[in-house]
């Protein structure tokens, strides 16, 4: 069984950065001092196992125009378009609704555009390039 959680123990975010640094770093190439960065101080981490392996991650941040923002978002290969994501996303958001928070923005990487529309976020820029990676941002507001 999958099972999604907050990250709460020191374990548990070395759990969630072994798994970026798996997606972001050695599959999509982006350097490591980038995927690791000043905002994983601040931010709420999300990890998700299977039979005790970490296979998913994600964080928010809480932004000060009372918008959140959800980044590093990643299953590992072997267990995507299972549903995990769309997990993922779900504990994500259900967190900042639980801070009574309406807009969530984010900035997707081109290829994961129909993963985010699936659960109703819209575009909102141009494609834009961040380390070499094609972006446009994106957002969703929770109904009142
Ligand atoms: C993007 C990512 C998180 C999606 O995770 P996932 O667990 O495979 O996604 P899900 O199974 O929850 O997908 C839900 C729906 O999103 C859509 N979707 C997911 N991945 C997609 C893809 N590569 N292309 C098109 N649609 C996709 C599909 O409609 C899918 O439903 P379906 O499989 O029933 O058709 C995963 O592919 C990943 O980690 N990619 C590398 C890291 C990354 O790019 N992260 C996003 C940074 S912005």
């Known amino acids: 069984m999958v099972f999604a959680k907050i990250v709460e123990t020191e374990k ?6 072994f798994v970026r640094e798996e997606v972001f770093v050695k599959e999509l190439g982006i350097p490591l001092p980038l995927e690791k960065d000043e905002y994983d101080e601040i931010a709420t981490h999300f990890v998700a196992y299977f039979e005790k ?10 932004l000060e125009d009372h918008t959140a923002t959800v980044d590093r978002v990643c299953v590992l290969p072997p267990f995507r378009r299972k549903q995990i ?4 996303m779900q504990n994500l958001e259900q967190y900042i609704q639980g801070s009574h928070i309406k807009k969530v923005k984010l900035n997707a990487q081109t290829h994961a555009i129909p993963f985010y ?3 109703n976020y819209y575009i ?5 390039l961040d380390a070499g990676i094609p972006y446009r941002a994106m957002e969703k507001t929770f109904d009142a």
């Not at 548990?12 to 950065?17: T, W």
Request: proline fraction near 7%; charged fraction near 25%; glycine fraction near 8%.
């Open 117 to 119: 529309e699936k659960q």
């Open 124 to 128: 909102t820029s141009p494609e834009f």
């Open 85 to 88: 994501g769309v997990l993922m």
């Open 53 to 62: 392996q970490p296979i998913a991650a994600g964080r928010v941040r809480f």
């Open 12 to 17: 548990e975010l070395q759990d969630a950065f």
